[in-house]
């Protein structure tokens, strides 16, 4: 069955990068867009960017671009997220999810999530 | 970016009820709109899909309908397990978003 494991969140100053990874199994990881959904503490989810089947066709919500940068090894079946000077509403937990389809569609697959913590 | 308005934001029902859960769009997204289900601690989870269709392994009891801008999301009979958040989410543009959410609580 389908698997999504996300690491690399913890606790990261204010202006420091931290890149999260999600390890994916259980399906055909090179034929699918991956997203990665985020959810600060007591509040709804948002979506952050997604990367196509490709590794090459991105897009991103608009509070993120220019600070995320999403990419993909599908010789390894891993998604990142690089987190650059990231701020203190930055603070969530940051999901990996599989798409339904090779681009933008809905989620069918999501990790357990991984906690990131922005304070100095 | 499409605005995606959820109501209401929380709702008090009791099992066996039926709940109807309203999200709408601030422009056509067709039929392209998700629902989630989403417990404390736990990872969104997929029910219905393209508006109306059910996501293998989710209850009969969970239904959706809509089209263009208003879209609705049904449980025919509440169950305990059912008590959670909903989401809903529109995939039409390159920029995807979600409602701000339901709380399902028991009245």
């Known amino acids: 069955q389908v698997q999504l494991v996300e690491s690399g969140g913890g606790v990261v100053q204010p202006g420091r990068s931290l890149r999260l990874s999600c390890a994916a199994s259980?399906?055909?990881?090179?034929?699918?867009?991956m997203h990665w959904v985020r959810q600060a503490p007591g509040k709804g989810l948002e979506w952050v960017a997604v990367?196509?089947?490709?590794?090459?066709?991105?897009y991103y919500a608009d509070s993120m671009k220019g600070r995320f940068t999403i990419s993909r090894d599908n010789s390894k079946n891993t998604v990142y997220l690089q987190m650059n000077s990231p701020r203190a509403d930055d603070t969530a937990v940051y999901y990996c999810?599989?798409?339904?389809?090779?681009?933008?569609?809905?989620?069918?697959?999501w990790g357990q999530g991984t906690l990131v913590t922005v304070s100095s | 970016d499409i605005q995606m308005t959820q109501s209401p934001s929380t709702l008090s029902a009791s099992v066996g009820d039926r709940v109807t859960i309203t999200c709408r769009a601030s422009?056509?997204?067709?039929?392209?709109l998700a629902w989630y289900q989403q417990k404390p601690g736990k990872a969104p989870r997929l029910l219905i899909y393209e508006a109306s269709s059910l996501e293998s392994g989710v209850p009969s009891r969970f239904s959706g309908s809509g089209s263009g801008t208003e879209f609705t999301l049904t449980i025919s009979s509440l169950q305990p397990d059912d008590f959670a958040s909903y989401y809903c989410q529109q995939y039409n543009s390159y920029s995807l978003t979600f409602g701000g959410g339901t709380k399902v609580e028991i009245k």
């Open positions: 259980g399906f055909v990881f090179s034929s699918y867009g």
């Open positions: 990367i196509g089947y490709d590794e090459i066709v991105q």
């Open positions: 422009q056509s997204i067709n039929s392209w």
């Open positions: 999810a599989k798409g339904r389809g090779s681009l933008l569609h809905h989620f069918d697959s």
